[in-house]
Nanobody, 125 residues
Framework: VQLQAFGGGLVQAWGFLRLSCAAS????????MGWFRQAPGKEREFVAA????????DYADSVKGRFTISRDNAKNTVYLQNNSLKPEDTAVYYC???????????????????WGQGTLVTVSS
């Protein structure tokens, strides 16, 4: 199984980026996909997740209204549209695939069996 995240970069505050995560080696359409991030000196935290159908979505309060998660099962890809970026959004963003079929479990890292290598997002003030 491989999850390859890309699309990170350097952006000014209030700018936007679109992260993508391409999956291979698994039945993508049956997995919940999540985005997590880890800022320098901090623990990794949940950002957003979407179930296999796209019908259940959850966001961390810190990104709600600014980030949008979506998926294209035909392309085995999950996206994270990051708008109105803030310096505190600076982090390495990781995508993950798992079996958290209930929204209650979306935020639990232990429900995700596969992780990508991460892509760095740097937001300057």
């Amino acid at each position: 199984v491989q999850l390859q995240a890309f699309g990170g970069g350097l952006v000014q505050a209030w700018g936007f980026l679109r992260l993508s995560c391409a999956a291979s080696g698994l039945t993508f359409s049956t997995h919940t996909m999540g985005w997590f991030r880890q800022a320098p000196g901090k623990e990794r935290e949940f950002v957003a997740a979407i179930d296999w159908s796209g019908g259940k979505i959850d966001y961390a309060d810190s990104v709600k209204g600014r980030f949008t998660i979506s998926r294209d099962n035909a392309k085995n890809t999950v996206y994270l549209q990051n708008n109105s970026l803030k310096p505190e959004d600076t982090a390495v963003y990781y995508c993950a695939a798992g079996s958290a079929y209930s929204v209650s479990y979306f935020r639990l890292e232990t429900r995700y069996a596969y992780w990508g290598q991460g892509t760095l997002v740097t937001v300057s003030s």
